[in-house]
């Protein structure tokens, strides 16, 4: 792992590539960028943005959601932020093209196209925001700071699938498929990541039942050995999801293989409450990632400077610490967030009673403000 060196790109240009895309994604990667840009002056640091076109922006330009000039642009950066991409799957006449011309294909191109394996969910219950979750207040009142790792191209989502009859009866196969090497690469990725948190990894699998998961446990455990200061638990997936809602608070990063981290997220997701809250990055083997917030493009909101952009700004934040190891600026950016919610602002949908309520592009300049 490359040691954590907040001034090792101090003054240096970061070359993000923008993804600003469809519905609210260009108000919310705006504002993105302008703490970006606050940031950097904060912190000795520039960053050099070049737009480029994805989804149904890229359609509407190219006839494709995606140009090969394009996903060079984004190759040579360090670096991919996006917005969201996507329209009104009902009205939407970019929904009316085949599949593989649909706004989401651009997605799937570029994530294969920069080899993105890893996928981190943060899942964060900010204690402004503690009446939003679902969970009883004895459990929420401890907080809780997850980071789900999940694996991206391997397992069952990946693996060979048929549909065949069989003496007049319908039998579909799906197949369930990990090398070593694909474990092992993730697995680095998971403890390089809680070595930069409180250096613990739940690994998560189905071991007393599928082979795949016997082998990710004793990769898993190979890995651990490179991290003595890093604890190592392992967690039956079923537990997992019960834990999750019992007592989110023990965790801190869970590593884990595609389909049970598809799921895993999605629920450690819903118990902060907050989808405009939540944060997002995609990486590959160096240190170039693609950060986005995890919700989607929300068309019935864009143009209407209503949205949240606090999932960009954090997703910006991860930008910061995980391609950069630009430590301390993401520090700075995420406790702005923090500030203006104890400050009481708030965009409507996070908004409780007796608060201050806000626009996107004045949620932006408050968090921008605090740094
Ligand atoms: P969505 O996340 O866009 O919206 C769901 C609800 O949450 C809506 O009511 C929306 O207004 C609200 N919402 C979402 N983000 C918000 C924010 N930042 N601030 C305030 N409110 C917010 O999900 P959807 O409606 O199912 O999908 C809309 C489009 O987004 C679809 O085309 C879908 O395919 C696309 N999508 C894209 C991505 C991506 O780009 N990675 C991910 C998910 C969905």
């Known amino acids: 792992m490359r040691k954590s060196g907040a001034g090792m790109r101090k003054n240096m240009n970061l070359k993000i ?14 504002e993105a960028k302008k703490v970006l840009v606050k940031a950097g002056e904060k912190f000795g640091f520039v960053p050099d943005f070049t737009d480029i076109l994805m989804g149904g922006a890229s359609i509407d330009v190219h006839g494709i959601p995606l140009t090969d000039e394009a996903i060079d642009t984004a190759k040579s950066a360090d670096a991919v932020l ?28 570029i994530r294969k196209a920069l080899n993105l394996f890893a996928n981190l969910r943060p899942a964060l219950l900010y ?21 789900i790792m999940r694996e991206l191209t391997g397992g069952l989502y990946f693996g060979e699938r048929k549909t065949v009859e069989e003496n007049g009866v319908r039998k579909a196969i799906d197949t369930l498929t990990y090398d070593e090497n694909e474990i092992r690469r993730i697995a680095i990725k998971g403890f390089d990541i809680a070595m ?21 446990r004793a990769v898993v455990e190979e890995v651990a050995k490179d991290y003595p200061e890093v604890t190592l638990e392992h967690m039956l997936v079923d537990n997992c999801a019960m834990q999750l809602v019992k007592d989110p608070s023990q965790f801190d990063v869970i590593l884990t293989e595609n389909m049970f981290g598809d799921i895993l997220s999605d629920e450690a997701s819903m118990v902060t409450g907050s989808i405009g809250m939540l944060a997002s990055a995609s990486l590959n083997d160096t240190r170039f990632g693609l950060y986005e917030p995890s919700h989607g493009s929300a068309p019935d909101i864009a143009g209407m400077d209503v949205a949240n952009p606090i999932a960009t700004i954090l997703s910006a934040a991860m930008m910061l610490r995980y391609s950069f190891d630009l430590d301390a600026a993401a520090d700075a950016v995420e406790e702005a967030v923090k500030k203006v ?29 605090r740094i």
Do not use: H
């Open 17 to 30: 590539t923008c993804i600003p895309g469809d519905g609210i994604g260009p108000e919310i990667i705006a």
């Open 127 to 147: 204690k402004e925001l503690a009446s939003a979750c679902p969970l009883k207040e004895e459990i929420s009142a401890a907080g809780f700071d997850i980071m």
């Open 196 to 216: 930069k948190r409180k250096k613990k990894v739940t690994s998560v699998d189905k071991a007393n039942v599928l082979d795949s998961s016997r082998l990710w």
């Open 341 to 369: 919610l104890a400050d009481g602002f708030r965009t409507g949908d996070i908004m409780s009673e007796g608060l201050k309520q806000v626009g996107c592009s004045e949620m932006g300049s408050l968090i921008a403000e």
């Open 82 to 109: 996006m917005g969201s991409i996507g329209g009104n799957t009902s009205t939407s006449p970019w929904y009316k093209l085949p599949p593989e011309k649909r706004p989401e294909a651009g997605l799937l191109k």
